[in-house]
């Protein structure tokens, strides 16, 4: 028997139009549009949703989280007669929700009864009460209880050396993900940290590289940032730059120029030198 959708329980939904694909990748006249409707029934209760975001959003080869669910309805083909017809009236009655989510980092996020943890190998042959484990051919679901979310269980997670399938260690887990792990809970979770052995984190975490990921500009300590391949000096309130050629169409010919201009406060930049962070620095990815 085919459930039915509760309204309340809709939290986003997409429209997969063959008509609106670009020149590169045309479409068949044979494809059908499909109504993609995301619902959960925990959103009040999740952290990702009060930021505009949705772990299931935008993740097709992710671990998804199991609060959530998606359904898929497919419509006409272009060579139906009410194909559009049908795409419009789509967005009109879920207009509300209409590319409502954007996709959420992928860093532990609380959602109802407890947290989910979105990273690469976390839950493949661990000892931690993830509720499913990863496989060759399925990600599991990294999702474990508040009640499970124990210091013991943290400390598990921080020390787990997840083996490849050919043999080996899986070496990236230890020195990117699990430092990751901890930065992730100290910047939005710190309490599940309480208890956790010091040495233990600080062994992690002291040679950690920055390099390469996405932070909020406003959280950084005054520096150069590299912005579109160019340098800006960032005095923790306003980029500026000298003798920078960036408009099309110059007003005057000109020796010397001098341009500043105020970020957005979410204005995201990919840190390039572990100098530009600081306690304080808010990570994006």
């Keep these: ?12 939904v997409h429209i997969y139009d063959p008509a609106s694909g670009n020149f590169l990748f045309k479409q068949k006249a044979s494809e059908r549009s499909q109504l993609h409707i995301y619902t959960c029934p925990s959103h009040k209760d999740c952290d990702a949703h009060k ?3 949705c772990i299931n959003v935008g993740n097709a080869f992710g671990a998804r989280c199991h609060a959530g669910k998606k359904s898929v309805v497919s419509g006409f083909t272009r060579r139906a007669k009410g194909y559009y017809e049908q795409v419009r009236g789509w967005k009109e009655s879920h207009s509300e929700k209409y590319n409502k989510l954007k996709p959420a ?3 532990i996020t609380r959602i109802g009864g407890g947290y989910m943890l979105p990273y690469p190998h976390i839950n493949y042959e661990s000892r931690a009460p993830f509720k499913s484990e990863s496989g060759l051919f399925s990600g599991g679901c990294p999702f474990i209880s508040s009640d499970d979310m124990t210091v013991e269980t943290v400390s598990t997670i921080l020390r787990h050396r997840p083996r ?7 070496a990236s887990y230890r020195k990117e993900v699990v430092p990751k792990i901890i930065l992730d809970i100290k910047l939005y979770y710190p309490k599940l940290l309480s ?4 040495e233990l984190i600080s ?3 002291g040679d950690y590289d920055y390099k390469g990921r996405k932070a909020l500009l406003s959280t950084l300590k005054p520096c150069t940032v590299i912005i579109s391949k160019d340098s800006w000096k960032w005095d923790g309130e306003k980029l500026s730059s000298t003798n920078k050629k960036f408009m099309t169409f110059e007003p005057c010919k000109w020796e010397t120029c001098y341009s500043e201009f105020k970020p957005k406060k979410d204005t995201v930049i990919t840190i390039t030198s572990n100098e530009q962070v600081t ?3 808010v990570f994006t990815d």
Excluded at 1 to 12: A, E, L, R
Excluded at 164 to 170: D, Q, S
Excluded at 195 to 198: A, I, K, L, P, T
């Design 164 to 170: 490849a399938i050919m043999g080996g260690e899986i």
């Design 1 to 12: 028997m085919k459930k039915t959708i509760v309204s309340s329980d809709i939290i986003h």
């Design 51 to 53: 930021q505009g975001t």
């Design 105 to 107: 980092p992928k860093r």
């Design 279 to 281: 306690e304080s620095t």
């Design 195 to 198: 208890g956790v052995s010091g």
């Design 203 to 205: 062994s992690i975490i």
